[in-house]
């Protein structure tokens, strides 16, 4: 089992180029998630998917787009990407959403918007 | 808004001492506490979880202590290692929402 697995692990972007960051589980999980992490801002949700044909916004959504393409795969797309959308992105899966359930991570893309 | 406040940012002890990390929240509706650990490009991993109904959580080396009360819970690492290196974040959910992160705490145990 890989768990989850995220593409690609590093990636530099100039303002205003687009890209899709793609997050794949092998683990049968309903639910996945993105999330961006910062310094001293801990882990933010963006986007999330409940269960294969639904995704609903998280904390911090704008500028990004997410698409569930199946029950294993889950991406990320930055259409125009900005400075402020330098990070480190986590995908994660869970086996159902919400409520008291582990979440299992990604090994995380780090993306240096200039 | 940051919902579940972390603290501190970052903490050095000895290796055996018992590091402590505190997180304090405002939303009652909280039912689910748990802690992730963070190595270093790596993603997070779920260590321990409580829910309000208990005060304390043992898991190995590592306590979840829970302050109904004062809405505040914290981690303790007893007789902490080297290889506890590693960033430390509290979460809380309520019922049928979403995990809301704190911070995170980078712990550093010395040999």
């Known amino acids: 089992n890989a768990g989850v697995t995220q593409t690609p692990k590093f990636q530099v972007l100039k303002t205003g180029q687009s890209m899709t960051l793609q997050c794949a589980q092998d683990m049968n999980h309903n639910s996945m998630y993105w999330y961006r992490q910062d310094p001293g801002m801990g882990l933010r949700l963006i986007y999330y998917?409940?269960?294969?044909?639904?995704?609903d916004k998280g904390e911090v959504p704008n500028g990004y787009n997410v698409s569930r393409l199946n029950k294993r795969e889950f991406s990320l797309r930055l259409e125009s990407a900005a400075p402020s959308q330098t990070s480190v992105y986590f995908c994660a899966s869970s086996r159902r959403g919400a409520g008291a359930l582990e979440q299992y991570f990604g090994p995380g893309t780090r993306l240096t918007v200039t | 808004q940051q919902q579940v406040k972390q603290s501190p940012q970052s903490l050095i002890v000895q290796k055996g001492g018992i590091p402590i990390i505190n997180c304090a929240y405002e939303?009652?509706?909280?039912?689910?506490f748990p802690w992730y650990q963070q190595f270093p490009g790596k993603g997070p991993a779920l260590l321990i979880a409580i829910r309000p109904d208990v005060s304390e959580k043992k898991e190995g080396r590592f306590t979840i202590s829970f302050n109904k009360s004062a809405k505040q819970f914290s981690l303790h690492i007893m007789d902490s290692q080297p290889g506890d290196s590693a960033t430390y974040f509290c979460?809380?959910?309520?019922?049928?929402?979403?995990?809301?992160f704190g911070s995170g705490t980078q712990l550093t145990v010395l040999p």
């Open positions: 998917s409940a269960s294969e044909g639904t995704t």
């Open positions: 979460a809380a959910s309520a019922p049928g929402r979403q995990l809301t």
């Open positions: 939303n009652t509706a909280f039912d689910y």
